[in-house]
């Protein structure tokens, strides 16, 4: 199997990681034993010491179109998938407009921006371990439980591509911060929203060493340059904390930490 060496400070969106040999799955390859899967990491926390990785190449993207479905590899950037909807006027990909990532990252966080999510006009999964129909996956908010690797999965289109739509979706990111990081830390909780319980509890500019909880958006862990994983998790710790014993609410993070430890 190809090995691909990542330098995951320059990789991962968040410019935090080691530089470590990768394992490359393609058509064919057997899903490593004890092995973390990275999509292009734009969701992730990845620490000095992370666990094997392995990743989708090549083979996996693809976008097929067979009159009303769309078929997309697992390995296929958001870019993509959103230029390839515009062109063929294919409507329920317009919020990936600036949500980076590939399809098998959104369909494992149910990535999505408002109401609409990566479920919304999901058909099917494929996986090492069979197809699944979508009503076969628990998923909900940013939650997916999936019975594998996504290999690719299938959509049904009901509509043309919705330009105003898109446009509005890429209006609220004028308030996301420009600095490297994994979008947003923490998942909002029922009825309310991480950023504002987090900016009441004085976390918004909260800095420890090169890491910090944005000034212009309290729920982004942001990297003012050179900072480093164990301060990104100290600050998520201390996020939680404070959350907790102002309001009992405990946040749950969306970014995904990889580290040895946690595997
Ligand atoms: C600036 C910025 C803005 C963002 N805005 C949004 C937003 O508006 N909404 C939103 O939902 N997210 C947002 N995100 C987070 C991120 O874009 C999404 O979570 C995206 O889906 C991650 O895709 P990825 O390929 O980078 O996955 P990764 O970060 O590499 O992985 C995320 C998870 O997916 C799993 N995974 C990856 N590929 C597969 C596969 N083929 N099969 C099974 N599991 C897999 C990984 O194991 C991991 O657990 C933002 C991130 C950034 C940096």
């Not at 991962?12 to 080691?18: C, E, M, R, T, V």
């Not at 990768?22 to 620490?47: K, T």
């Not at 594998?148 to 979706?169: Q, S």
């Not at 909002?188 to 929203?193: A, K, L, V, Y």
Request: with cysteine; charged share 25%; proline share 5%.
């Amino acid at each position: 199997m190809r090995r691909r060496r990542i330098d995951f400070s320059k990789f991962s969106s968040i410019k935090i990681g080691p530089v470590v040999d990768v394992a490359v799955l393609e058509l064919g390859d057997r899903p490593l034993e004890n092995h973390y899967l990275v999509g292009s990491a734009n969701n992730l926390l990845i620490s000095p010491t992370p666990p094997p990785l392995m990743m989708l190449g090549r083979d996996f993207d693809y976008i097929k179109l067979d009159s009303d479905r769309l078929t997309i590899g697992a390995a296929t950037p958001t870019g993509k998938i959103l230029s390839f909807c515009k062109r063929h006027d294919i409507g329920g990909f317009e919020f990936v407009a600036k949500l980076p990532g590939t399809l098998g990252g959104m369909l494992a966080m149910n990535a999505g921006v408002k109401e609409h999510e990566t479920y919304d006009t999901l058909l099917e999964i494929s996986t090492e371990n069979g197809t699944f129909s979508k009503s076969a996956i628990p998923h909900g908010y940013r939650f997916a439980d999936l019975p594998g690797i996504a290999y690719e999965a299938t959509f049904t289109i009901e509509r043309g591509f919705d330009g105003r739509l898109a446009a509005e979706l890429l209006e609220l990111r004028k308030n996301q911060p420009k600095e490297p990081s994994a979008g947003s830390a923490f998942k909002n909780p029922p009825g309310d929203f991480a950023g504002r319980l987090m900016e009441a509890c004085g976390l918004k500019g909260m800095r420890r060493g090169n890491m910090a909880w944005s000034h212009k958006h309290a729920n982004f862990l942001v990297n003012l340059g050179g900072g480093t994983f164990e301060d990104g998790v100290t600050l998520i710790e201390e996020a939680k904390k404070r959350v907790l014993e102002m309001f009992g609410v405990k946040l749950e993070t969306e970014i995904r930490i990889v580290d040895a430890v946690f595997a």
